[in-house]
Structures are given as structure tokens and as C-alpha cells.
């Protein structure tokens, strides 16, 4: 069973404020992933790491940013939210490096900029 | 072209019917294939994990890879009302560091 937490569940909260999302894992996985996903549509990747101190950007356009200081945590940040950010993200995290491992999510984070 | 193709549905069978769930992809390259069952609200969750062409069981549900056909697909036997959700397919290459790619996800509804 995969042990991978994120907070808040939800987050309602107006334009202009810095907002960090929290994704922590329990496992030890040395790859992390932030997906973003509308209601009903495809994950896009945003950002992912494999390791402490290493980030990329995914596949769609993100004007957010992570860091990964730690192995088990990765946290997303909006210096600035607006409406467009209003969507569901989602963290994940597999195993090590080099074997490609499937990986596993976290129930997500459904934000709405007002 | 998109390297991964999944019909997004939404499809819609009675309770009991056996369902079959499909994908191909473009890139030989890929190697590893998943199946994800998302429930809406949740997160995505782990459902089949295949590496070679043939078939994989569990329980209900088979996972069905054909590398030469670049195909896979997933069959769910005896289908119930609580197997109503959106099935993703995904995929990575045999290259080491690179993520999954994902299929849009199929929407499918059992009915009572």
C-alpha cells in the first residue's frame, strides 16, 4: 500500500496570495511528480524530481515552482494565484532510480482561485 | 499524433458484462504498461503492472499486452456497479529516468 499524503485536500482562496502545496511520502522513493487535471480531463505533468535537489519541468507549462530539499517531501508553490490555477493537482512518487517503477498517487489537491 | 491513444468513452454496460478497455501507443521504445483506476475526487490507483506481451490476472481483471500490435488492453469480468470509474492506461520507456506517459483515461459507468 502506498503511503503518499497530500495537504490541503481542498483550498478555496482569492487572487494574489502565495499558496505552497504539500505532498509528503512515507516510502522513501527517490522520484516525485506533480500532475495537474481538470474535472473529467487528462493529467498533464508539471513538474517532477528524481532526487534531492533535482527538478524538471513536465510536459504543460506551469507557472509554479517546487523544490526538494528533502527525500520525502516536494511542495509545489504559487508566488501568485489567480483563477486560471484553479484546477485538481496531484503528487506521486515511485521507486528507485533506473528500475521504472510504477507510481503512486495521492488522493490530490483540489484548488479554486477566486 | 499523440504517443498514447485511449478512447475517452464515456462507456456504459450492465452489470455483469465483461468490459474491454484499450490502448495503443506509437513508440517502440516503450516497454512497461499500466492500469490506473481513478475514482473521481481521488487520486489515480495502481490497477495492473505488465512488462512482456501476453496475459496478467487478478482476480476480475486481465491486462493484455501485444508489443508487435503496440495494443494493450484491460478486460474487467463480471463487472459491478463499484467498478464504475475512469481507467487510465500508461506507459514507460525502457530508458531509465523518464515518466509515465498517460492516456486521457476511459470514463466507464456499470449499471445496477
Known amino acids: 500500500e502506498a503511503d503518499i499524503y497530500q495537504t490541503p485536500r481542498y483550498l478555496v482562496i482569492g487572487t494574489g496570495k502565495k499558496i505552497t502545496l504539500e505532498c509528503s511520502q512515507t516510502?522513501?522513493?527517490?522520484?516525485m511528480y506533480w500532475y495537474q487535471q481538470d474535472p473529467g480531463m487528462e493529467l498533464h505533468l508539471i513538474h517532477y524530481?528524481?532526487?534531492?535537489?533535482?527538478?524538471e519541468k513536465g510536459d504543460l507549462s506551469s507557472e509554479s515552482t517546487v523544490s526538494r530539499i528533502r527525500t520525502e517531501h516536494f511542495p509545489l508553490t504559487l508566488e501568485s494565484a489567480r483563477p486560471s490555477h484553479t484546477s485538481q493537482y496531484l503528487c506521486?512518487?515511485?521507486?528507485?532510480?533506473?528500475?521504472?517503477?510504477?507510481?503512486?498517487f495521492g488522493d490530490g489537491t483540489r484548488l479554486s482561485i477566486l | 499524433q499523440k504517443e498514447v491513444e485511449q478512447d475517452p468513452g464515456p462507456l456504459s454496460v450492465p452489470e455483469g458484462a465483461i468490459v474491454s478497455l484499450n490502448c495503443t501507443y506509437s513508440?517502440?521504445?516503450?516497454?512497461?504498461f499500466m492500469w490506473y483506476r481513478q475514482y473521481s475526487r481521488k487520486g489515480p490507483e495502481l490497477l495492473m503492472y505488465t512488462y512482456s506481451s501476453g496475459n496478467k490476472e487478478d482476480g476480475r481483471f486481465t491486462a493484455q499486452v501485444d508489443k508487435s500490435s503496440k495494443y494493450i488492453s484491460l478486460f474487467i469480468r463480471d463487472s459491478q456497479p463499484s467498478d464504475s470509474a475512469t481507467y487510465l492506461c500508461a506507459m514507460i520507456r525502457n530508458s531509465g529516468n523518464t515518466p509515465l506517459v498517460f492516456g486521457k483515461g476511459t470514463r466507464l459507468s456499470v449499471i445496477a
Open positions: 513508440n517502440s521504445a516503450f516497454q512497461y
Open positions: 516510502m522513501g522513493h527517490d522520484k
Open positions: 524530481s528524481y532526487g534531492v535537489n533535482s527538478t
Open positions: 506521486a512518487s515511485s521507486g528507485d532510480r533506473g528500475r521504472n517503477q510504477p507510481q503512486h
